[in-house]
């Protein structure tokens, strides 16, 4: 079982990017890293998913280093709708509970 | 709006008693993810449905179960229920059968007060 490490908490102000990271020193090589955002009672938000490397879309960065036994969430540019709750999951495609254990993730407060 | 429907929004009931709670997957979805977010023990992943195949099994009780119906709509069931079984419960659908890479997608969440 692919563990996740993650802060249990993390501040910062608007307009600053902020950066998670995820430790999961025993990835196996089959094994993809997602991220999740949570507000609230409401159900979590697929965020990025990756491989390898670097990943970006519009909300997002993953960063992956070339061991992969970490990744880092960066959020550029923060809002006070940022404050949330952020997993990171790891986990194989072929399938299995092992990419859809969410943990306790990182609850992430933006002040003004 | 995920597109993922679930019903009852809220559920009260009794110690003892079962109830069954109700998820429709977005258009095209095979695959129906179960989870219960109580707040000490965060988002626990229960059980996985691909098209109508238990998938994937996580932490789920023996006094819970759940299918997958021929429309992919999901039920699952709670008996005997505790007071720790109070908990916010969410489905999720995707199109993949497996863990990942996918990305679900998660309903509003049906939340159970037991009393």
């Known amino acids: 079982l692919a563990k996740t490490t993650q802060p249990i908490s993390m501040d910062s102000y608007e307009g600053q990017e902020v950066n998670i990271t995820c430790s999961h020193n025993?990835?196996?090589?089959?094994?993809?890293i997602t991220w999740y955002q949570q507000f609230p009672s409401q159900g979590p938000r697929f965020i990025i998913q990756?491989?390898?490397t670097k990943v970006t879309n519009e909300v997002a960065s993953l960063f992956i280093p070339a061991d992969r036994k970490s990744s880092t969430l960066s959020l550029p540019r923060v809002s006070l709708s940022d404050t949330a709750v952020y997993y990171c999951?790891?986990?194989?495609?072929?399938?299995?509970?092992?990419?859809?254990?969410f943990g306790k993730g990182t609850h992430l407060i933006i002040q003004p | 709006d995920s597109g993922v429907t679930q019903t009852p929004k809220h559920l009260i009931t009794a110690t003892g008693q079962r109830v069954t709670l109700r998820c429709s997957p977005r258009?095209?979805?095979?695959?129906v993810y179960w989870y219960q977010q109580s707040l000490d023990q965060g988002l626990q992943f229960l059980i996985q449905?691909?098209?109508?195949?238990?998938?994937a099994k996580g932490n789920i009780l023996e006094r819970f179960s759940a299918q997958q119906f021929p429309d992919l709509h999901s039920e699952l069931n709670l008996s005997s229920l505790e007071l720790g079984d109070s908990a916010l419960y969410f489905c999720?659908?995707?199109?993949?059968?497996?863990?990942?890479?996918?990305?679900?997608?998660f309903g509003p969440g049906t939340r159970l007060t037991v009393l």
């Open positions: 999720a659908s995707s199109r993949y059968s497996g863990g990942a890479p996918n990305e679900q997608f």
């Open positions: 025993n990835i196996a090589t089959n094994d993809y």
């Open positions: 990756g491989y390898k």
């Open positions: 999951l790891v986990g194989e495609s072929g399938g299995g509970a092992d990419g859809l254990t």
């Open positions: 258009s095209g979805d095979l695959s």
């Open positions: 449905y691909y098209n109508g195949e238990e998938r």
